[in-house]
């Protein structure tokens, strides 16, 4: 079974804060992303990468700074954490560039900011 | 811009009722993929089933079955006989398919369906 990693479940840091969520896939998949969820907004792509160094902004990606140096890992960065990124993060993969297939997700990473 | 709508925030049955989700999408592709997630209390998304643009045949899987409408591009989502274990939060998901060489650019979502199966 794939198995998609989120190093933190919880965190609590304070504003401005530099944060790091680290996110780790075993099974080989080319494509990772990073998700926040919010009540009433539902999932929102922050930044995706379909290759080792690659990085693609999605919807909301201010504010967010991503690095995959490993194609098994897909961390997201706070550069100066803000009370309006309190949320929970989802990291998922999914196999192959050239195919839209099914998402894998880690079980999420709870952030508050204080 | 592709977009998923919900417009069922909450619905709460009593088990064994059938219930359907809804799901609209808007996207001006011709290729495109459309997904159901659950995501249970634990929070780890569970995918579904995926659909492509090409194929309106309806899915049956045991108590779960789709309906594919791309004449009013929906995809509701019949749970028949429903079960507390249902309960949970149901997305559904939309991807384009572009020329340059696949989707792979993620799912946009809808807001979810907080599915509540009452005993």
């Known amino acids: 079974d794939v198995k998609v990693t989120q190093s933190s479940r919880y965190l609590v840091k304070r504003t401005g804060e530099k944060v790091f969520l680290e996110c780790v896939q075993d099974m080989d998949h080319e494509n990772m992303f990073w998700y926040r969820q919010d009540p009433g907004l539902g999932l929102r792509l922050i930044y995706f990468?379909?290759?080792?160094?690659?990085?693609e902004k999605g919807d909301i990606p201010e504010g967010y700074s991503v690095s995959r140096e490993k194609k098994e890992r897909f961390s997201l960065i706070l550069e100066s954490a803000s009370t309006n990124q309190t949320s929970m993060y989802l990291c998922?993969?999914?196999?192959?560039?050239?195919?839209?297939?099914?998402?894998?997700f880690g079980e999420g990473s709870r952030l508050t900011v204080l | 811009a592709q977009k998923v709508t919900q417009a069922q925030t909450e619905i709460s049955v009593v088990e064994k009722e059938d219930v359907t989700l809804d799901c609209v999408y808007e996207t001006r592709d011709t290729t495109y993929y459309l997904f159901w997630y659950k995501q249970p209390p634990s929070g780890e998304l569970v995918f579904l089933i995926r659909?492509?643009?090409?194929?309106?045949q309806n899915e049956i899987s045991g108590r779960y079955s789709w309906n594919f409408q791309k004449s009013t591009s929906s995809f509701n989502f019949t749970i028949t006989a429903s079960q507390v274990v249902d309960s949970a939060v149901y997305f559904c998901?939309?991807?384009?398919?572009?020329?340059?060489?696949?989707?792979?650019?993620?799912?946009?979502f809808g807001k979810g369906t907080h599915l509540i199966i009452q005993p």
């Open positions: 998901a939309l991807s384009e398919a572009h020329d340059s060489g696949g989707g792979a650019d993620g799912l946009t």
């Open positions: 990468s379909y290759d080792v160094k690659m990085k």
């Open positions: 659909r492509n643009s090409f194929d309106e």
């Open positions: 998922a993969s999914s196999l192959l560039r050239r195919d839209t297939g099914e998402l894998f």
